[in-house]
Every structure is written in structure tokens, then in C-alpha cells.
């Protein structure tokens, strides 16, 4: 009762394919396929260098800014937490 042999394993995959159908399986793996692309495509952008390394100083006038959030102006839901108020 250790281990299967070859026979189990062929008995077993002829159930599968007997109950799932192989296009389903074949759009399952493609699936699975696709998520471990993504998976390493995700951890590869995360171990990229970014564009300012940790501890480097920014050229002047790119301190505290962003070029996304430079360019694209403020929605009317956000709340900006520096805005001075009137007083």
C-alpha cells in the first residue's frame, strides 16, 4: 500500500479526463498556465530596480512629486491632506 504503480496512475488520469472532458482540462491548464506567467511577470517587476535607488537624493525640483500624479489633475472625491485652509 506504499506506492502506485504506472497502472494506478493511468486508471486514475483516464477518470479525469472520463469526467472533466479535455477541453475543460485544456482550458484549465491553460488557465493555470497563464497564472504563473503572471505570478513571475509580478515578481520580476517587483525585484526591478526603480528609477531613484533607496537613499539616493532626487534631482532638484522632483522632490515630493510624482509624474503621474503631476500629470493628472486632482479628483473632485480626493481630499488633498496639505491644503492649507483659509483663515
Do not use: R, Y
Request: no cysteine.
Amino acid at each position: 500500500m506504499g506506492s502506485f504503480s504506472i497502472w494506478h496512475w493511468l486508471i486514475v488520469l483516464l477518470i479525469v479526463v472520463m469526467v472533466f472532458g479535455t477541453k475543460k482540462l485544456k482550458n484549465m491548464g491553460s488557465d493555470l498556465g497563464g497564472a504563473v506567467k503572471g505570478f513571475k511577470d509580478g515578481m520580476k517587476d517587483g525585484s526591478a530596480d526603480p528609477a531613484t535607488p533607496p537613499g539616493a537624493v532626487p534631482p532638484p525640483g522632483q522632490v515630493g512629486t510624482t509624474t503621474h500624479a503631476a500629470a493628472t489633475p486632482a479628483d473632485k472625491t480626493t481630499i488633498d491632506v496639505e491644503a492649507k485652509h483659509k483663515g
